[in-house]
């Protein structure tokens, strides 16, 4: 964190144990300091929800997200498999207002003025901000897949906001021809939760297997390696057997083009006629961080010590949307960094005690009913990124007992997790 | 410390462990200037072969002696087959040292010394294997360091106020409110028995890898705030 005056005040007052807040009035006579976050995912609703119960109401929060309900991501390629409903995976941020006194506005952020520290929404607001927190997750880069854009999405869902996309894909995997094919073009690192496309993949076989046993499923990748390989392809062998074929970028799976008209998809010139075509195109970072003039090519810099901004000190940027360093882009990342980035900015507005940056992540994964793997790090922060420190993944040939074991696991952190952003 | 040292230490403290630190990874611009050094013999980026030594591109976490087609010497083809793998610890160990890791082994280097050079090449080499951002169980980029263990672990007084920060760690999992579906409650337990469970993963007793990584990096100070807070959480 930057020595810069509120900073060293706070901690100074803290380490002598002594008073800090009156020090901290704000400048436009505001009496509290105001924290304003966008996004309500992972990253924010953790971060609104740890700065309010931690401040006891010496901090004012707004949280400006768009959707009364979020749809997790985590655990809609189980909605896919038939293993959780949508309404399952819906949270609303009732609690967050009643019980913690945070200002939910739905409402979109459409621009930051830096100078003037104000967020101006769709609505016509302008918010004022003492620190702002982005954490708006993905947006997909223009012209990623060439025959494909937003118009498209219709045709050929991406998936990878969760809600109406994923209930579309669902519907047409129902909707297969006998036989038929599904395709998913995979998207280049990096992107948001590396096993995501291929749990999906997972998801997809499951229900063919039950419902279309003939039907194929062919990715294009343009990567050569993804997360949890070894076991992907091993779970794929032991349960879904010369269902699924993958092109990698040796073969062409880098060059790629679609026709959502005629629903075809080109590998390396070769066309393909499929009746599902799941395009997850490449990613950046959410368009408000870009608004906000604090990204560098596709990616929001952030220190990692508290997650703020390379370009801007009162901007802190959490989850998908910040380039931090080795922690995968995962809901769990995203609480992660979340709750280090509340106490920091809690302590720099408060004079709270700040406590060194600790980061932790594990993804899991499942491959067919009561088949679960997962892999998982702790990480640290340094000068230069978040570090990777240590870690472990599930192995090759677990037992059915252990297999189980982990998924029930995966099921408990799915209530543990969404319990500990929305309260 | 020695990198040979360090490395068999690493495999053997495990029971006594405190908290890893970590050096960061070195400075991946200077490495690339001392990389120099092994350019004759090594080739690395896009389009590499094996030529004098075998390509290095995806060296982290590569098995020794598995580029496919170069002929090993008889020294690294028997740490091949006594299962060493490409991991920080042993690169910067062989290094350092080339011979004192892999006797016989055809490397004719006489090593880095230093162990900042080690550091900036090993983060050079590291731009060409998987980013654990992208692929999250390939190896570390920070170097694990252990530190000495105070003994009367069980006398230690947590601080609940910074057991209260810690919890957020295990909060993306356990429910505050004590709920427990597929991972158990950690609430209100006597602090004892929390202790002695952290240490029993922390010592590798305990067997869930997630538990292992999680309390093998808290200091016993770190835990005993854990379980002062837990035990009287509201
Ligand atoms: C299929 C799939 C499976 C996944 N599985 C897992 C898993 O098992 N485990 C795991 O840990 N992670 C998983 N993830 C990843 C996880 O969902 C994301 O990494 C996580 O949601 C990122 O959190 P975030 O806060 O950055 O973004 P999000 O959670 O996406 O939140 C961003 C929020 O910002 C809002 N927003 C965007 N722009 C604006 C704006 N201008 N104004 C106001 N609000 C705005 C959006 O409406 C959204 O609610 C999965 C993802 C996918 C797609």
Known sequence: MKLNRRAFIGTAAAAAGTFAAPLLVRADGHAKPRVVIVGGGAGGATAARYIAKDSNGEIDVTLIEPTRTYYTCFFSNLYLGGFRTMDSLGHSYGTLAAEYGINVVHDWATGVDRDAKTVATAGGYTIPYDRLILSPGIDFVDGAVAGWDVTSQNAMPHAYKAGSQTELLRAQVEAMPQGGTYAMVAPPNPFRCPPGPYERVSMVAHMLKETNPTAKILIADPKEKFSKQGLFEAGWNDHYAGMIERVGPDFGGDNIEVDPNAMTLSIDGDVTNVDVCNVIPAMKAGKIADLAGITEGNWAPVNAADLSSKMDENIHVLGDACAQGDMPKSGFSANSQAKVCANAVRGALTGSTVFPARFANTCWSLIDTNNGVKVGASYEATDEKIAKVDGFISEVGESAEVRQATFEESVGWYDGITADMFG | ?234
């Open chain 2, 1 to 234: 410390m020695k990198g040979v040292a360090r490395y068999i230490l690493a495999v053997s403290t495990v029971a006594v462990a405190a908290v890893a630190h970590a050096d960061v990874g070195g400075d991946a611009t200077r490495g690339e200037d001392l990389y120099r050094q092994c350019s004759s013999c090594h080739q690395i980026g896009a389009g590499a072969v094996d030529r004098v030594g075998p390509h290095l591109n995806g060296i982290f976490d590569r098995a020794a002696g598995q580029s496919e087609g170069f002929r090993y010497s008889s020294g690294m083809e028997r740490a091949a087959t006594g299962g060493l793998v490409w991991t920080y610890e042993s690169l910067d160990a062989y290094i350092e040292d080339p011979r004192s890791l892999v006797s016989q082994t055809r490397m004719s280097f006489r090593g880095f010394d230093d162990q900042q050079d080690r550091d900036d090449v090993l983060a050079y080499l590291r731009l060409f294997s998987d980013n654990p951002r992208d692929i999250p169980e390939s190896a570390p980029t920070a170097v694990a360091v252990d530190h000495e263990v105070a003994p009367e672990i069980l006398a230690i007084v947590g601080d609940p106020a910074y057991g209260e920060y810690l919890s957020g760690e295990c909060t993306a999992c356990h429910q505050i409110s004590g709920a427990a579906s597929g991972i158990p409650s950690i609430t209100h337990w006597p602090s004892e028995d929390f202790v002695i469970a952290m240490h029993a993963y922390k010592d590798g007793v305990r067997l869930h890898p997630v538990m292992q990584m999680m309390a093998g990096r808290l200091s016993n100070e770190e835990i005993a705030a854990l379980a002062a807070y837990f035990e009287d959480i509201e």
